[in-house]
């Protein structure tokens, strides 16, 4: 028998039929999982969604657990196995999981403190290191995030490819970090020559967020500040990543997931502006048509891939 609770850490550990998923086949969802990306470390993103599971709970009345996976991919194979009716994804591995099959549909992403619900992938480097422009970078060494992040490789990858430069054959090495805080640690640290992250505006970005709190140190412990690191690429905007039901929930569970994520932003702000550090300015519904761009740069860069 399967057990009543599932502790998800990582695609393995989401991968068999829950409870939950049981309830749901019978059309009587009696509690729901919100699975959600590593963009940032672990503890950080259990504080930033936790209070969303709980305020979700109060608001359609049925308890939402909160399951933070080890990387994207997880949350794509816990929607495909119907263990997590609720994701947050980013916007490739939400496309991702559309070109695999998977039958979810997003509702709504947040509007931004620049007042669009985007963001662009940028490329930073050392402050004090010599590079100038991306060209500079060849044989470098690249801190990407993740093969199904958006502003972490997928972006990065479609975007220079059409300056004709391909990641895999101009950077002397790339490697995955795993998150967006990784990535720029490596390049704080030394280990990466230039690191790929979002970047939402000049106040509310990975580097921002970091340095605010003191996080990023040097490999001789030296704590950095904004002015230690330069951005030295910015991609054209990007859709947020959103957050999408499963479609096998009844239709009015879905509208009414969707509602209280609309309403978020004025019936529990506290709850909203942590998921920015207050520097968002609502939820935006969305549909299928607006990550349609994004599935057409991972097919091109699938294509490329099978080129090599």
């Known amino acids: 028998m399967v057990s009543r609770r599932t502790v998800v850490a ?21 509690q729901l999982t919100l699975a959600v990306i590593p963009v940032e470390n672990a503890s ?36 495909r196995a119907g ?12 496309a991702r999981a559309v070109m695999t099959g998977v039958k979810t549909e997003p509702l709504v992403n947040q509007r931004r403190d620049t007042g669009v619900n ?16 991306v060209q500079d970078l060849k044989g470098k060494t690249l801190a990407l995030v993740d093969p199904n992040s958006t502003s972490g490789n997928n ?31 490596s390049l704080a640290q030394g280990t990466a ?9 000049p106040t509310s970005n990975t580097a921002a967020r970091l340095t605010a709190r003191g996080l990023l140190k040097d490999a001789s412990g030296k704590t950095l500040t904004m002015d230690d690191f330069r951005v030295i ?23 009414a997931i969707k509602q209280a994520l609309l309403d978020m932003p004025q019936k529990d702000k506290k709850t909203f502006d942590g998921l920015s550090d207050g520097k968002d300015l609502g939820f935006v519904a969305v ?22």
Do not use: C
Not at 49 to 60: G, M, N, Q
Not at 73 to 78: Q, R
Not at 193 to 201: K, R
């Open 233 to 255: 690429y910015k991609s054209p905007l990007l859709p947020e990543g959103p957050f999408a039901v499963l479609t096998s929930l009844p239709a009015d569970l879905r509208q």
């Open 83 to 94: 263990n997590a009716q609720i994701a947050f994804y980013g916007p490739a591995s939400y």
């Open 118 to 133: 985007g963001y662009h992938s940028v490329l930073w480097v050392r402050a004090n290191s010599p590079y100038k422009t």
């Open 10 to 30: 990582g695609a393995a550990a989401l991968a068999g039929l829950s409870p939950v998923g049981l309830a749901l086949a019978q059309g009587k969802p009696t």
């Open 155 to 185: 972006a990065p990858r479609f975007f220079l490819s059409k300056e004709g430069i391909s990641v895999d054959s101009f950077f002397g090495k790339t490697f995955y970090a795993g998150s967006h805080d990784n990535s720029l640690l």
């Open 193 to 201: 020559d230039v690191a790929a992250t979002e970047f939402q505006s």
């Open 44 to 79: 950080t993103t259990t504080d930033r969604f936790e209070p969303v599971a709980k305020y979700l709970s109060a608001a359609i009345g049925i308890p939402v657990t909160l399951r933070i996976a080890n990387d994207y991919a997880a949350v794509i194979e816990a929607q």
């Open 287 to 308: 549909s299928a048509a607006d990550y349609e761009p994004i599935i057409g740069m991972l097919q091109f860069n699938d294509s490329q891939r099978k080129k090599q």
